[in-house]
């Protein structure tokens, strides 16, 4: 077996046995709180917030260099690029009170399924329109209600080499709510653990640079084309930098 094969199996086995010191404690406080708040999950959100910033401390292997906003808006939509499984855990480190749109499908895997639907992960089922309706119904109420929602730019992973076609329903959901777009470079983690692979690519330190940009108001386009084509090439100068 590879050394870089041993060291994903460290780190894996790392990531989930935190997961596994924080989900019993977890699992009891939202059970008691469950009836009494709206949003239980945030409870998961800041102790999973914890677990990842203690993984990303504790594995030898990755390096983040993290540069945020100073002051974040009290509601937004964050736009992200997406190179590997490991940007969930990075925004997760640092966004609170959020819903995250994902097109992997936890479901097959029962348990991780109920644990991302509590913690805030929501699969998109292209084929579903219902479902999609009221997917997105759930994130006008949420930034109605001043909280937060999570978009890979490209609905899938990419290379890290060239931002691939945008997709409209982030910019979309930024016009109607009135709620601006937050852009989120992360750049690295493709490097680390590319799509499809299980082993880490080297057994070197390898760094994951994540930059947050100014925030974009939709009050300053016509329409969500105008507001996608002017996110996507600010997000491709920063990705080119």
């Given at each position: 077996m ?10 894996f ?5 935190l ?13 008691i709180i469950y ?10 959100q800041y102790l ?27 509601s ?10 490991l940007?969930?855990?990075i925004?997760g ?6 819903i995250i ?11 991780i ?6 913690i805030g992960?929501?699969?998109?089922e292209?084929?579903?329109?219902g479902?999609i ?10 930034l109605k ?6 978009f ?7 290379s890290?080499?060239?931002?691939g076609?945008?997709?409209?329903g982030?910019f ?6 009135s709620?601006?777009i937050i852009?989120?470079?992360?750049s690295g ?12 690519s ?31 090439n ?8």
């Amino acid at each position: 077996m590879r050394l870089s094969c041993i060291l994903s199996i460290f780190a894996f086995v790392l990531f989930f046995g935190l997961i596994g010191l924080f989900i019993i404690p977890s699992l009891v406080i939202y059970t008691i709180i469950y009836l009494f708040v709206k949003y239980p999950q945030d409870n998961f959100q800041y102790l999973s917030g914890a677990i990842y910033r203690i993984f990303f401390t504790l594995q030898p292997r990755i390096k983040l260099e993290i540069h945020l906003l100073q002051e974040f808006p009290s509601s937004a939509i964050y736009v992200s690029t997406h190179q590997s499984n490991l940007d969930y855990p990075i925004l997760g480190s640092f966004i609170n009170r959020y819903i995250i749109m994902t097109t992997m499908n936890f479901k097959k895997i029962p348990l991780i399924s109920q644990i991302g639907q509590m913690i805030g992960i929501r699969h998109l089922e292209k084929k579903n329109l219902g479902k999609i309706s009221n997917t997105y119904s759930e994130f006008e109420q949420m930034l109605k209600e001043n909280r937060n929602v999570i978009f890979f730019a490209e609905g899938t992973r990419g290379s890290g080499k060239k931002l691939g076609r945008f997709k409209k329903g982030a910019f979309r959901l930024a016009i109607k709510s009135s709620r601006p777009i937050i852009p989120i470079i992360i750049s690295g983690s493709g490097d680390i653990l590319s799509r499809g692979n299980f082993c880490f690519s080297s057994t070197k330190q390898k760094k994951i640079k994540v930059q947050m940009l100014d925030p974009i108001y939709p009050d300053k386009f016509i329409d969500e084309s105008n507001m996608l084509k002017y996110t996507y090439n600010i997000m491709s100068e920063s990705c080119q930098k």
